[in-house]
């Protein structure tokens, strides 16, 4: 987790959202999806080396323009805001 989110979340308490099976249709392979709180939003300045991809923190509520605009169209992180929002 320190290697997508830095070490903000140490010591934190993880709850567990459920699981994600990236490509079924290709792969085994399961992803387990865990939330964390934050009282704030920690800036690492983190890009990604390959693919450029860089590090923000977005609030819940400013989720749904980020989708509707286009601007996440990643389907791990689609699949895992909708176990988010489940678990609510």
Do not use: F, N
């Amino acid at each position: 987790m320190v290697e997508e989110v830095g070490p903000a979340w140490a010591g934190a308490a993880l709850k567990r959202l459920g699981t994600i099976h990236p490509d079924s249709g290709l792969l085994t392979t399961e992803v387990t999806v865990y939330a964390v709180h934050l009282d704030y939003a920690p800036d690492t300045g983190h890009v990604e080396g390959i693919t450029g991809a860089a590090q923000v923190w977005v609030s819940a509520s400013g989720m749904p323009q980020l989708i509707g605009s286009g601007a996440i169209t990643d389907a791990m992180t689609l699949a895992a805001l909708a176990l988010a929002v489940c678990a609510r």
